[in-house]
């Protein structure tokens, strides 16, 4: 296996994996040039911060955000992480190739300085993504990683025929803003039940929008599975994160070139974004990302392939 990563965004940017006849493809949807990359609407492989997702009002106690979605804040500013140059050092450990990527963040907007490092591991089955965060000042941080799979291998098919499962039993009810409401709706029985495999077309035929939707996760590893059985790959995420959102790019045409002689075109991806629950700032009851002086906090994600045989 083999990874490519940039020091834009500390992006996560390609992740060559053999499937079960040996042939190494990339897994990842890639923007095809370095200027479509510093152009990315869409944040392809970011690594998405100090707050992925959505801030209602743009504020947070008496910190105002930059408004970049609506009256609202979403994904850290158009000066947040993804679109900032990262310090990176490459390292080997245990045989593992690595990348840490450094940040001092003084530009977002945030209370800070956010001093943040993720460190890529390279092992020969996994990318290990693991995140720190420290501040000089009381701030806020959840961040993720905006990186869209497709595991055909080099887009050769849409997403319909990979099997998804999700080890939550709720997910987060969304106002017609994409803003939570505050209340956590059960899957089971509707067509956001991901607790046993299933097959996205099967899902995807049922909702007009496809899936843009925050779930809580149990306590289970691995949290994620993504499978397509044409190729064997299987994706599995294991997390020490609160949720995990999945987008399905429905209706998601962007006409933007892919490193496969693709252009973007709804469901050709899916992002499976490891963090806490959004806009957690305004719902205490599902927890804090409040991030003191002298605390660090330490994020987790591994994406495992395994191959599945006849």
């Known amino acids: 296996m083999s990874a490519t990563f940039l020091n834009f965004g500390a992006r996560f940017y390609a992740f060559f994996t053999p499937d079960k006849y040996g042939k190494s493809e990339n897994i990842c949807l890639s923007l095809a040039t370095p200027q479509d990359i510093l152009n990315d609407p869409a944040q392809f492989g970011a690594f998405i911060g100090p707050v992925a997702g959505r801030i209602k009002e743009a504020r947070w106690q008496d910190v105002h955000l930059e408004k970049n979605h609506g009256s609202h804040h979403i994904h850290g500013g158009s000066q947040g992480w993804s679109n900032q140059f990262w310090e990176y050092a490459f390292t080997t450990t245990d045989g593992h190739a690595e990348v840490t990527f450094s940040l001092n963040d003084e530009h977002s907007g945030y209370p800070g300085p956010i001093a943040v490092k993720t460190t890529y591991t390279l092992t ?92 809580c996760l149990k306590q289970i590893q691995p949290a994620i599975v993504l499978t397509h059985p044409t190729s064997g790959r299987q994706l599995r995420i294991h997390t020490n994160r609160q949720a995990v959102v999945v987008f399905s790019t429905t209706g998601f045409d962007l006409l933007l070139p892919l490193s496969e002689q693709q252009t973007m075109r709804s469901q050709l991806g899916i992002a499976l974004e490891t963090q806490e629950l959004p806009d957690v700032i305004n719902h205490p009851h599902f927890g804090a990302i409040e991030l003191l002086p002298g605390e660090q906090k330490v994020f987790q994600t591994t994406y495992e392939i395994e191959l599945q045989h006849d």
Not at 169 to 189: I, S
């Open 124 to 215: 020969t089955k996994a990318v290990i993504m693991k995140t720190t965060c420290t501040t000089k000042k009381k701030t806020i941080v959840n961040p993720t990683n905006h990186v869209y799979f497709n595991l055909s291998g080099n887009t050769k098919e849409d997403i319909t025929k990979h099997q998804l499962q999700i080890q939550a039993a709720e997910r987060l009810e969304l106002d017609g803003e994409q803003l939570p409401t505050g209340k956590m709706l059960p899957v089971k029985g509707t067509g956001y039940d991901f607790q046993e495999p299933t097959f996205l077309d099967e899902v995807l035929t049922t909702l007009e929008n496809g899936l843009d939707d925050a779930y």
